[in-house]
């Protein structure tokens, strides 16, 4: 008899949506082997190309997207879109689910050992014959999550109902049940951001920022901490479990006017959750779920977190002029 490697009757009635977060189950288990042992020969590092988008491949994000579209196949889903892929794949020409994933986000991380995750939704594809119908819509999930490979390695998701976490007991493979009640907080003093691209960000961007960094003396009469992990499982897991805002926004780079998150893989599943936990995910002014991709690998803005901060930035997109202007303020680094 096959060991149970997760236990979700408690937390998932559709017995299909329970038999495809097992199979992600026993990819991230193979997975979490994989990068615990990534630097005792397995070459994981190592650049080996271009992924289908043009963004640098590691050797291990090969390995991650290898592991799940085998386990995947192994439970008949449907259908399968990776980051790492340039199509939607057919697996099992007799179901009608079909899974959207980042096998490992944050890879660029991996030689730092700073927690790097997978991204994940799973949807019903209504038609078999045009299956990005359904992939492209960013809503209308049967579940989303991800699994967080860190100290600890978690299962977080959400069928709707709320959100649910695992704990992985590396002992015997099995993913356990943890309490928790993961929402987020309307208020916060924590934002993260790239700070070093500030010279290129859009004007409601860089005055919500330096409303920030004035802090108590500021109109804001409060003073922010920033955080940057360059990780969005770890920046997601962290704003889950205490709060906070994070902001990827478009940019006047080449190749960045809207933003590097990718819509399907990345920032609908995590949308989703951020709702679940009465949080907000917008593109800077329209809310994530509810939008559409034109493409497989499309990208966009991303701004999600607390309730109030999230608001105040879209109204700062709305109208540029409700920035606070300080007649004499301090030139530095976020204002010239």
Partial sequence: MNKVIIDLKNFVNDPRVEKVLTAL????????????????????????GLNSDGD?????????????????????????????????EMLNKNDNLGVAIDPLDGSSNIDCNVSIGTI??????????????????????LASGYFIYGPQTLLVFTVGNGIVKFLLNVEDNQFVSVKSDLKIPEQTQEYAINSSNSRYWPTPVRSYIEELIDGAVGPRKKNYNTRWVASLVAETHRILE????????G?????????RLRKIYECGPIAFLIEQALGLATNGIEPIVGLTADNLHQRTPF????????ETIKKFYEDPKSAHAPLFRTRGLFNR
């Fill in 242 to 249: 205490r709060g906070g805002v994070f902001l990827y926004p």
């Fill in 303 to 310: 701004v999600f977190g607390s309730k109030e901060e999230v």
């Fill in 25 to 48: 189950c026993s990819g991230a288990i193979r997975l979490n082997k994989e990068i615990l042992l990534s630097d005792t020969g397995g070459n994981h590092r190592r650049l080996v």
């Fill in 251 to 259: 940019d006047d780079r080449e190749g960045y006017s809207e933003g």
């Fill in 56 to 88: 640098s491949q590691k050797q291990l994000d090969v390995i991650a997207d290898d592991i799940f579209c085998s386990s995947l196949c192994a439970a008949e889903v449907g259908f399968y879109a990776s980051e790492e892929r340039e199509a939607i």
């Fill in 120 to 141: 994940f939704s799973i949807k019903k594809v209504k038609n078999k014959s045009r299956p990005q119908d359904d992939f492209f819509l960013l809503g209308n999930y």
